[in-house]
């Protein structure tokens, strides 16, 4: 669904909506389940702050209810969700007062942010380490329908860089190099 060709990425609707499908899921899936059995997430921990919850839902509907509305807080980069916090008595998010949860300060113990910060650094290793090996596997299926149209195109030349999406075109031209002793 995406193609590597020499020095140039092409991207097809169908990797696009596909990435941004799996990227949806795994988010929403890492809110939930680590708010609804640890009420924080990795981030929560490393910057002491909880998931509490001030409603009668159980932990997994109140976690599952929170982070599926950050789709509607998330209008605007988060405006619809920092507007909503401003007005409320005590910064709840849209998602936080339908869900009944509230986001408090917690003092977790200097162990318990090291094991955070050793997981976070985990994923982030293993995701760097995987995500070159899957591309590198180049596995071309010829298609001839509409979710097969390239719609990225990253790549460079010998004295160039581009990047485009559709019609929009970014060219960057390299600059010669500059002699180190230029009339000094």
């Avoid at 899921?25 to 680590?34: E, K, N, V």
């Avoid at 997430?41 to 001030?54: E, M, S």
């Avoid at 790549?155 to 002699?179: E, H, N």
Wanted: proline share 1%; with cysteine; aromatic share 10%.
């Amino acid at each position: 669904m995406g193609t590597i060709e020499g020095t140039e990425l092409s991207l097809t609707t169908a990797s696009l909506l596909m990435v941004a499908a799996l990227n949806a899921t795994i988010l929403f899936a890492y809110g939930w389940l680590l708010e609804a059995s640890f009420g924080t997430t990795l981030g929560k921990a490393l910057v002491g702050i909880r998931v509490v919850r001030t409603g009668q839902r159980s932990a997994i509907a109140a976690a599952a209810l929170r982070n599926l509305l950050r789709i509607v807080d998330g209008f605007g980069f988060y405006l619809v969700g920092a507007m909503v916090a401003g007005c409320s008595s005590y910064r709840q998010r849209l998602g936080d007062h339908c869900a009944g949860t509230a986001v408090v300060e917690e003092d977790f113990s200097s162990g318990r942010k090291m094991l955070a910060f050793a997981l976070w650094i985990a994923a982030v290793s293993s995701a760097v380490w995987t995500v070159p090996r899957i591309c590198s596997e180049n596995n071309v299926a010829q298609h001839t329908w509409y979710l097969n149209q390239v719609l990225v195109r990253v790549g460079s030349t010998d004295g160039s860089a581009y990047f485009r999406i559709a019609r929009l075109k970014i060219d960057v031209q390299f600059a010669s190099k500059i002699p180190s002793s230029a009339g000094m």
